[in-house]
């Protein structure tokens, strides 16, 4: 049976088809459907793990145990758990073990462009990179048994164009091959030195295997048009290519990307006058190319960054320019904004009446470095924002007055503890804000260690924010409501100024939870209101101005009331309908 699925989906489909049973992975944009995908399959066991580290730990040793075993992480995510992939390509697998990475081309949701390939080969691990939903389900089936026929993990590679678009994928039935035997193996899995030097031997050689594999692989395919132009494209570039270019050209798919074929890529190239390597971010498959002597063209002719179109391949290969419908329609711009309401909003109002120089974090209150608010002044990786205010009040202990650290319950909790404990150790005077919006917000609403609820909302511990600060050796925490503005400049100034470290915990709900219940809209009083513009400076999308006096959006409104708190005239009043 056919069906149009998300390639995330597909991907989820695939792994349940093939008899998952164990899954782990922190959320990350673009990839997080996938796991979601697979929480709703009962025959699987699936959780959020605090970080990506675990997540790859707790699959491997599934693996080790006998059952075939997933993880999945964005981009940025593969570098969190880096450290156990590289040993991981060393012990190898028992049963079957697939690691979905989700690159994000063009920056869409993420801090840099990251090219996951690199990992694959500085790993040594095998890659496989779908190009539609139907080979995302059938290459994540492939996976595990290329998986489990070379002893090694395999990595599936998506991009957000991949990940995020839908296709057909064909349906078939699950299949659970069951527990393997789990065989004590101490030169296998115990990875010392003496045991190491052995087993390098033996990714070196997997290597060799597979590079000889990918020669004849039906997932390298090649396709002969017009051979006056020759395309090696994998992933999404491909289907632009074929869109872009049709019968104009001739094809090599490939849908391994590590190890690359050679003799595969030297007939193809010989065949065709003129080859293309069409790839985004990396120069990873021509490098490939030319090392091995083969002539091809790339990135002198396509761009390092951001993702590539039909348009842009049609007008660099054929010279021809793609036709552009344009409208009359003055469609105004919509910057990214903190949601109205967001408890976030009145916290960072209240840090830039204090004039603090704030060390950001990995989360929607990113968006607190955005105007009228303006108050985050770094943002490096999930976890740097504690660690780097630590460095920075290290670096100049003047510091320790006039900054703070922000960061997420659910970011504190995948990277911040150990930045905290840091703090704690080598005792700074730092004040990091912890802002609890009770969820994992900026992925879309996943569960994490502080919410009390599994991946699939059933109840379980709830780590406590405070006693975790308590336990590293943080005596002063502090919880504020960021709707209060008062409370929090108040709290937040006497820790700042106090010669020890602190934490202020920040918590309200995320607005847009759904048990969340709000206060009706508020309204603004046009004979009151002056046009001062006060509740301007607070970013809320609400909040706009109309004939020189400020309007409330009542279908946007949530009733919090932080507007209110600013308005020295009390033009703002409660009870819209």
């Known amino acids: ?134 080979e995302c389900l059938s290459f994540a089936k492939k996976a595990f048994e290329l998986s489990e026929k070379f002893d090694t993990p395999v990595i599936l590679r998506l991009t957000t164009r991949i990940a995020h678009s839908r296709s057909e994928a064909e349906i078939s039935d699950r299949v659970d091959n069951g527990l393997k035997e789990c065989v004590k193996d101490p030169q296998k899995y115990v990875m010392m030195p003496a045991m190491a030097i052995k087993r390098h031997i033996v990714v070196e050689q997997r290597i060799k295997d597979q590079t000889e594999w990918a020669e004849t692989t039906d997932l390298n395919t090649v396709e002969y048009n017009d051979k006056k132009i020759g395309v090696i494209a994998s992933g999404i570039c491909y289907c632009y290519a074929k869109e872009a270019l049709g019968k104009n050209a001739s094809y090599l798919k490939l849908g391994c990307v590590y190890p690359l074929p050679v003799q595969k890529i030297k007939d193809f190239v010989s065949n065709c006058e003129t080859v293309y390597v069409l790839e985004e971010l990396d120069p990873f498959i021509e490098e490939h190319c030319r090392i091995n002597g083969i002539n091809v063209i790339g990135k002198e002719k396509f761009t390092l960054l951001g993702e590539y179109s039909q348009g842009l391949i049609r007008k660099v290969i054929l010279g021809k320019d793609v036709e552009n419908v344009k409208t009359d329609l003055e ?9 109205a309401g967001c408890p976030h909003r009145g916290l960072y109002y209240a840090l830039k009446k204090l004039k603090v120089a704030v060390s950001g974090d990995i989360g929607c209150y990113t968006l607190g470095a955005l105007q009228p ?26 510091n320790e007055t006039k900054s703070v650290a922000v960061i997420g319950d659910s970011t504190f909790m995948h990277s911040g503890v150990t930045g905290l404990i840091d703090i704690a150790y080598n005792q700074s005077n730092s004040t990091v804000i912890i802002l609890d919006n009770s969820i994992t917000g900026m992925t879309g609403h996943q569960d994490n260690p502080t919410t009390g609820k599994t991946i699939k909302g059933d109840p ?16 002063r925490v502090r919880v504020v409501d960021p709707y209060n503005l008062k409370e929090c400049e108040d ?70 009331g932080v507007c209110t708190q600013m308005c020295k005239f009390g033009a703002i009043e409660g009870g819209a309908k």
């Open 1 to 134: 049976m056919k069906k149009l699925m998300l390639g995330n989906e597909a991907v989820a489909r695939g792994l349940y088809e093939a008899g998952l049973r164990v899954a782990s992975s922190y959320p990350g944009t673009p990839s997080t459907e996938i796991t979601e995908c697979v929480a709703k399959y009962d025959e699987i066991y699936s959780e959020w793990a605090p970080n990506e580290k675990v997540a790859m730990e707790t699959a491997i040793g599934a693996s080790i145990a006998g059952a075939r075993s997933f993880c999945a992480m964005k981009h940025v995510g593969l570098n969190v758990a880096a450290d156990p992939l590289f040993t991981v390509s060393y012990t190898g697998v028992n049963a079957g073990m697939v690691i979905a990475v989700a690159d994000d081309p063009g920056m869409h949701s993420s801090q840099n462009e990251q090219d996951s390939r690199h990992y694959a080969k500085a790993s040594k691990i095998m890659m496989l990179e779908p190009s539609d939903s139907g």
């Open 331 to 339: 469609i105004p711009g919509r910057p990214p904004v903190l949601c």
């Open 373 to 398: 608010l303006g108050m985050v002044d770094t943002c490096v990786c999930m976890g740097a924002s504690v660690s780097g205010l630590h460095g920075r009040n290290k670096a100049n202990p003047e």
């Open 460 to 475: 379980t511990t709830a780590v406590s924010l405070e006693k975790l600060c308590n336990a590293v050796g943080i005596d």
């Open 491 to 560: 709290v937040i100034r006497e820790e700042i100024n106090t010669p020890e470290p602190s934490v202020v915990i920040s918590r309200r709900p995320c607005a847009l939870l759904k048990y969340v219940k709000h206060n009706p809209p508020l309204k603004v009083n046009a004979d009151k209101c002056t046009g001062c513009k006060m509740c301007m400076k607070i970013g809320c999308p609400a909040i706009s101005i109309k004939d020189k006096k400020s309007v409330i959006d009542f279908t946007q409104c949530v009733g919090c």
